[in-house]
């Protein structure tokens, strides 16, 4: 309300603008639906924020599969992909900006706690805003290699004190390149970075020898991720909405990976060397709509650690003849998923002490 009567109703903001709130009003049902509660209780929005400071990629789906009611929100801004940026209006979440649509997901601050608008939309503007160097007092014999003013604020921070840099959010880093300075953040243990149209990785990625959590997720373009195929100690890799990634056999270098997101992805096939990780837990296949399970199911069958599977929403039209069931397998999701009649009923005959959710 304090936006709207000082700065402005409406106007320039995250993805290019922000509503008028009849604009965001429209977006709804019905205009009284944005007084109305949220169609999730307080509790499972508060373990949606919860398990998002874990997983990135959280998001909480409808318990019966089927798209949400939006309602007790006001939509501030189109996120893409049929996602809105709302703020949520009644309740203990109340003021909290969330992606919602078809699934929700808490937008995080820097504090990894739940953000409100106002956190929100400075977050951005930071992002957004031209930094005007200082004159220098005077000049050093070896000048420092110099940080672009178009960088993201986050990573010109983390630049200026490199030793201290444990944690580096990208978000909405809409450039065609990713600057190639990851040699000098030598103690960074997660890196996110989403809606850049880069194909490929700088090869200073390399250099991120201590990295544990990697997010690439919705970048369209990215294909070629040779520079983070052998970091020794990722644990965690989430390529969600990265459309065109392909998982190659150099996959075999992440000897620590225990979970990978592949989620609304065009990936097609998975390659034998997925089958050499050792540590691998979870793998998220839902919503690939191109996925050839005659070819990718004999890989996951052999996944050693594999217990949780999600092909949630996907296209899973090829199956084997024969479901080998991986040695580890305690969950498989369905839930959604387009499947010829009658496979349901075999996978669940095949897979007997698997937890099925269909």
């Known amino acids: 309300r304090g936006f709207v009567l000082a700065v402005g109703n409406g106007g320039l903001g995250p993805h290019g603008r922000l509503f008028a709130i009849d604009e965001g009003i429209a977006e709804l049902d019905a205009a009284k639906d ?6 999730f209780s307080s ?8 398990e998002k400071r874990l997983d990135r990629s959280h998001v909480l789906y409808d318990p019966d599969g089927k798209p949400p009611p939006l309602r007790g929100v006001l939509p501030v801004a189109d996120a893409g992909d049929g996602l809105l940026y ?4 009644r309740g203990k979440h109340a003021g909290q900006v969330w992606l919602v649509g078809e699934a929700w997901s808490p937008v995080l601050g820097a504090d990894d706690g739940p953000a409100d608008f106002v956190a929100w939309y400075l977050a951005w503007l930071d992002d957004a805003a031209p930094v005007i160097a200082a004159k220098p007092r005077s000049v050093r014999a070896t000048a420092p290699r110099a940080l672009d003013p178009s960088w993201p604020k986050a990573l010109r921070a ?6 201290k840099a444990r944690k580096l959010g990208l ?3 809409f450039a065609p390149t990713i600057p190639d300075v990851f040699d000098r953040l030598p103690g960074l243990e997660e890196l996110s970075i989403s809606h850049s149209t880069a194909s490929a990785l700088p090869g200073s990625m390399r250099s991120l020898v201590k990295l544990r959590k990697l997010w690439l997720t919705s970048m369209d373009q990215l294909a070629d991720l040779e520079a983070i195929t052998a970091l020794p100690r990722l644990q965690f890799l989430n390529l969600a909405r990265s459309s065109e990634v392909r998982i190659t056999e150099s996959i075999a270098g992440l000897v620590s990976l225990e979970v990978l997101i592949l989620s609304f992805t065009n990936v097609q096939a998975l390659p034998a060397a ?3 990780l050792p540590r691998l837990h979870r793998l998220d296949l839902d919503l690939c709509f191109d996925l050839d399970l005659r070819q990718a199911w004999p890989v996951i069958a052999r996944l050693p650690a594999l217990r949780t599977l999600t092909l949630a929403g996907s ?10 069931r991986p040695p580890s397998l305690a969950q498989l999701d369905l839930s959604g998923a387009e499947m010829p009649e009658g496979q349901l009923e075999r996978v669940r005959a095949a897979l007997p002490g698997v937890t099925l959710v269909a």
Do not use: C, N, Q, Y
Request: charged residues 20%; without cysteine; glycine residues 2%.
């Open 315 to 324: 296209r899973l039209l090829r199956w084997p003849t024969a479901l080998e």
């Open 274 to 276: 997925l089958a050499k």
């Open 43 to 50: 509790t499972a929005l508060a373990r949606a924020i919860a």
């Open 86 to 89: 709302a703020v949520v209006m």
């Open 158 to 163: 983390a630049l200026e004190a490199p030793a």
């Open 171 to 173: 978000s909405d880093f």
């Open 34 to 39: 944005a007084a109305a509660g949220p169609p």
